[in-house]
């Protein structure tokens, strides 16, 4: 994408500011648009991108502050003046959002800003959920079932059985889990 060789990239926006980029040979020639939808209200999806602090910390104090300064508007300041402003980490302040600075140097931050309004975690597709979730699933199983079918399809790329019985024993696999929670 970043050498102008790709026609669409359906990702997250979170690699965009790479890619407008002062350094990028693309920027300013992508657009940014929602999915497609058809039997929904939007097409976003959420991620997590959080912080965490052990309970036995000896250091919450100090973790606390570290935190409450990595998610504030010094440190969107200080790195906007080191990498530019379409480089700040965005989807955590809608200040950033509102900031001039910010949607001149970043031309997607219209249809980022909409996609995570518009994400409906508890109810994202066209069936009830047993559990909240868009692409992340909040229950204790979720990122080993992750690792375990991209594991199956690594295999099958290397040669070792085929994509779709990588992708039948993932399906198997999840259905397991989600039968525990019917």
Avoid: C
Wanted: no cysteine; aromatic share 10%.
């Amino acid at each position: 994408m970043s050498q102008g060789k790709t026609a669409m990239w359906y990702d997250a926006t979170s690699a965009a500011g790479a890619l407008e980029a002062d350094s990028s040979p693309v920027k300013g020639k992508i657009g940014y648009a929602q999915a497609p939808i058809k039997e929904t209200k939007s097409s976003g999806w959420l991620w997590t991108w959080s912080w965490a602090m052990q309970a036995a910390s000896r250091k919450q104090d100090a973790a606390g502050k570290f935190v409450a300064w990595a998610s504030s508007k010094d440190y969107e300041h200080l790195v906007a003046s080191k990498l530019g402003w379409a480089k700040v980490p965005s989807g955590k302040r809608v200040s950033t959002y509102e900031n001039a600075e910010f949607q001149k140097a970043a031309p997607f931050f219209t249809a980022e800003r909409f996609a995570i309004e518009n994400a409906d975690p508890k109810n994202p597709g066209t069936q009830p959920r047993p559990a909240v979730g868009i692409q992340f699933v909040g229950i204790p199983e979720f990122a080993a079932l992750g690792t375990n079918v991209s594991q199956g399809v690594s295999s099958a790329i290397a040669g070792q059985g085929t994509v779709a019985d990588a992708l039948a024993k993932g399906q198997d696999a999840a259905q397991k889990i989600g039968n525990k929670y019917k």
